[in-house]
């Protein structure tokens, strides 16, 4: 499969502990993009990378998220102490930059639920 | 801010039947605007898109319609079929600009009753 690959797909936690998200990007896409999608919405923007560099962040991303794409290919998101409301579905994207409007596609997930 | 609307929340046609859902958008800088089916439980995949430049486009039984001037797009699907039923997410985005990120709608779960 030369898509767009999230691990795990799965995860529930306790409130207050830490989880990590990983996305392997399609190969070539140097733009890579999160977002989270809660029941009965559409995704929302989270934070952006362009190949290492992370160029944009949503007032959404508090200070308990961050996120890495450290040698421009795969990245993780991480989420400190989590909370109840942090309970979602974590997509990744990635896309060409060719310099215009690129397809975005989208990885299968992960369903992050907070006990 | 960015915003995008989308109506309606949901909506159920007979097969063969026409299905019509319309999103408007706040930022009159977006210049494109895609448009995203997402099964149960699957990922989000583009289905069209259009370009701020362009008024229509089609692509067998669907077609995608964009006013600029009211901020409007619509998503067109004709003869539908049982296998269309999912949501639809429209979005919107500024092209070629720094990020491109999707501003979503809320989504249309669309039913097709065969």
């Known amino acids: 499969d030369t898509g767009v690959s999230q691990n795990p797909r799965h995860k529930i936690t306790k409130r207050g502990q830490n989880v990590t998200f990983r996305c392997d990007p399609i190969s070539e896409h140097n733009r890579l993009y999160w977002y989270r999608q809660t029941l009965g919405q559409g995704p929302e923007f989270l934070t952006y990378f362009q190949n290492e560099a992370q160029l944009e962040k949503s007032r959404l991303l508090s200070d308990r998220f961050s996120a890495e794409r450290p040698k421009g290919s795969f990245s993780t998101l991480e989420i400190q102490r989590t909370e109840q409301g942090d309970s979602a579905m974590y997509l990744c994207?990635?896309?060409?930059?060719?310099?215009?409007?690129?397809?975005?596609?989208f990885g299968p997930g992960t369903r992050l639920t907070v006990l | 801010g960015e915003n995008v609307e989308q109506h309606p929340s949901t909506l159920s046609v007979q097969e063969g039947d026409s299905a019509v859902i319309k999103c408007t958008y706040s930022?009159?800088?977006?210049?494109?605007f895609p448009w995203y089916k997402q099964e149960l439980g699957k990922r989000p995949q583009l289905i069209i898109d259009i370009r701020s430049n362009v008024g229509e486009k089609k692509d067998q039984r669907i077609a995608v319609t964009l006013n600029k001037t009211a901020k409007h797009f619509s998503l067109h699907i004709t003869e539908t079929q049982p296998e269309d039923s999912a949501v639809y997410f429209c979005?919107?985005?500024?092209?070629?600009?720094?990020?491109?990120?999707?501003?979503f709608g809320t989504g249309t779960l669309l039913a097709v009753q065969p």
């Open positions: 930022d009159s800088a977006s210049n494109y």
């Open positions: 979005a919107a985005s500024k092209g070629g600009g720094a990020t491109n990120k999707l501003i």
């Open positions: 994207a990635s896309s060409r930059n060719t310099g215009g409007f690129n397809e975005q596609f």
